[in-house]
């Protein structure tokens, strides 16, 4: 006996697209303020002025148009990254580029769909967090890139795994992300992304250069104390000749 499978059929065309893309413009809206449990397709529905059954012609679920509007936010960020990462530039511009663009990105709407992701779309149950697993490998993927290419090209130590390297960026970048949230602070983009990499690049430093590094600080100091010490030894000089010309 031959099944038969039912199937809704999406209407096409140019207006269903726009309808589409109005969905998934206050869908990002809602789910960002009240987050995944709070967020209904029925308040969705009462923003665009249409009936919710409109909502469920083009997604199956709430689950399906948040999975949605999380995938084309991944997607644009990720097109950022890709677009806009440096390739003829340094390793540590190129980090510095990616530090940054992240911050920016996830904040320019506001801390909601920060948290939306950061949370409730990791949560085990809502179903949201098998779909972290593919947008993760491909937003990571630049930086990986990154940092392979800086390590075979030694810009960057070779005694530590790319994974680990890969965490200890993006951690201190989650745990500011949540700073943010918690707190309702502003950020400092610019600022925080030199401070990280202040912080973060001498840790990635080959050994040898951080002991050249170290090598030039106190040849640096070293000389600098000469200079004062020269100076002070002229200046001592000067104050003995004057002293003994009045007394002759």
Not at 8 to 34: C, H, M, N, T, Y
Not at 156 to 168: N, T
Not at 169 to 188: N, Q, T
Not at 201 to 225: C, D, H, I, K
Request: glycine share 10%.
């Amino acid at each position: 006996m031959q099944q038969i499978v039912n199937q809704r059929r999406i209407p096409a065309g140019a207006k269903a697209e726009q309808r589409i893309r109005d969905i998934l413009r206050v869908g990002r809206e809602v789910f960002s303020e009240l987050g995944y449990e709070r967020a209904t397709t029925t308040e969705i529905a009462q923003r665009l002025g249409i009936s919710e059954g409109t909502i469920f012609t083009y997604f199956h679920s709430k689950r399906d148009l948040c999975v949605r509007v999380i995938q084309d936010w991944y997607d644009e960020i990720i097109a950022a990254m890709e677009g806009g990462m440096p390739r003829e530039g340094t390793a540590r511009a190129q980090l510095e580029f990616f530090i940054g663009t992240h911050l920016r990105l996830f904040l320019i709407h506001g801390t909601g769909l920060c948290a939306l992701v950061l949370s409730e779309g990791r949560a085990k149950g809502q179903g949201l967090d098998e779909v972290f697993v593919p947008l993760q490998r491909r937003y990571t993927a630049p930086l990986m890139a990154l940092l392979a290419a800086a390590q075979a090209g030694g810009e960057i130590r070779a005694d530590m795994p790319l994974r680990l390297m890969r965490s200890a960026i993006l951690g201190p970048m989650e745990h500011i992300l949540w700073d943010a949230i918690v707190s309702g602070r502003p950020v400092d983009i610019d600022r925080t992304t030199q401070d990280m990499i202040a912080l973060l690049w001498p840790a990635l430093q080959p050994q040898n250069l951080q002991a050249a590094a170290l090598g030039q600080f106190y040849g640096e100091v070293s000389a600098a104390l000469a200079r004062v010490q020269a100076a002070g030894g002229t200046a001592g000089g000067a104050a003995g000749s004057a002293e003994g010309s009045e007394a002759s």
